[in-house]
């Protein structure tokens, strides 16, 4: 099946420098790829998402890339806010119901 | 905005007891799953579910696990026999087409075996 692989575990940024988070996944037929926030003890909140036909979604201070070639996609977050803290998953799938996620990102923004 | 729902918040369990998790999906909905995160590590995917029978199953799901759509409105999660490797926040999820659609998910049932 799937594997993703989301990098790094940790990471912390001074308020109003930029973030990045990467994932990688091993499937190339993997076609769609969410981003989830998680908040402390909350849900999984779709942030953004792309699918492969397309190369970069930005939603305001929030970007997705995806290079399906090198089979890696990654969250941008521009002008970070304390707000932003939180851990992030990246997710894919396989045209099918079943989302393959990483193993997390823990942001922490320091204001 | 609706929202995916889940009873209960929390649940305590003696190891080999029963326990059924609720979803409420959001309403026009029809692709709906669970997933399982244990504390500190990534969400897992379990099963999903559509037109009143199981899509996809992962092989967490073995046989102690079932699902039902009992009514119009609730999916559940039964675990037969829980174990203290059970121990996990169960959360529900819901998509309008299936197929890599977006997926929204519920607050979580945070489950504990002892």
């Known amino acids: 099946g799937e594997n993703v692989e989301q990098h790094p575990s940790t990471l912390s940024v001074q308020e109003g420098d930029s973030a990045v988070i990467k994932c990688t996944y091993s499937d190339s037929a993997s076609n769609y790829f969410p981003w989830y926030k998680q908040e402390l003890g909350k849900r999984p909140q779709l942030i953004i998402d792309i699918r492969s036909n397309v190369g970069e979604k930005k939603d305001q201070r929030i970007a997705v890339t995806l290079n399906k070639t090198a089979k890696h996609f990654s969250l941008h977050i521009t002008e970070t806010q304390p707000e932003d803290s939180a851990v992030y998953f990246c997710?894919?799938?396989?045209?099918?119901?079943?989302?393959?996620f990483g193993t997390g990102t823990s942001l922490t923004v320091i204001p | 905005e609706p929202e995916v729902t889940q009873t209960p918040s929390h649940q305590v369990t003696q190891m080999g007891q029963e326990v059924i998790l609720r979803c409420v999906p959001i309403s026009n909905h029809l692709y709906f799953y669970w997933y399982r995160q244990i504390l500190g590590q990534k969400v897992e995917f379990l099963v999903s579910f559509y037109n009143n029978e199981i899509s996809e199953k992962s092989e967490i799901f073995d046989d102690q696990f079932s699902v039902e759509r009992p009514d119009g409105s609730n999916f559940t999660l039964k675990i037969r026999s829980t174990k203290l490797e059970d121990s996990a926040m169960y959360f529900c999820?819901?998509?309008?087409?299936?197929?890599?659609?977006?997926?929204?998910f519920g607050p979580g049932t945070r489950l504990t075996v002892l």
């Open positions: 997710a894919a799938s396989i045209e099918g119901n079943q989302f393959y």
């Open positions: 999820a819901s998509s309008d087409q299936g197929g890599g659609d977006t997926q929204y």
